[in-house]
């Protein structure tokens, strides 16, 4: 059973980025994360991760829409 929630370097590892990329991406409010314990421990919902994954699918989708490929004249 995978863990309900994830430390950012294991979000990171998922997403292919660094560390501090998604430190940015949850102080931004562009990621839903919680803080936890004494020390503010940032933890990721896999299920928010998920949500942000087809988020950005949508988002990138309406993006190639927008702005499709041409073909460059001809030489």
């Known amino acids: 059973m995978e863990p ?3 430390l950012l370097s ?3 590892a998922e997403l292919n980025v660094s560390d501090s990329q998604v430190y940015h991406m949850v102080r931004s409010g562009e990621l839903p ?3 936890i314990g004494g020390r503010g421990q940032w933890r990721v919902e ?3 991760l ?4 087809e988020r950005k699918y949508a988002e990138t989708a309406d993006w190639v829409r927008g702005n499709p490929l041409t ?3 001809a030489e």
């Open 4 to 6: 309900r929630f994830l």
């Open 10 to 12: 294991d979000v990171a």
């Open 33 to 35: 994360a919680i803080k």
């Open 46 to 48: 896999r299920a928010r």
């Open 50 to 53: 998920e949500e942000y994954i």
């Open 71 to 73: 073909e460059r004249d």
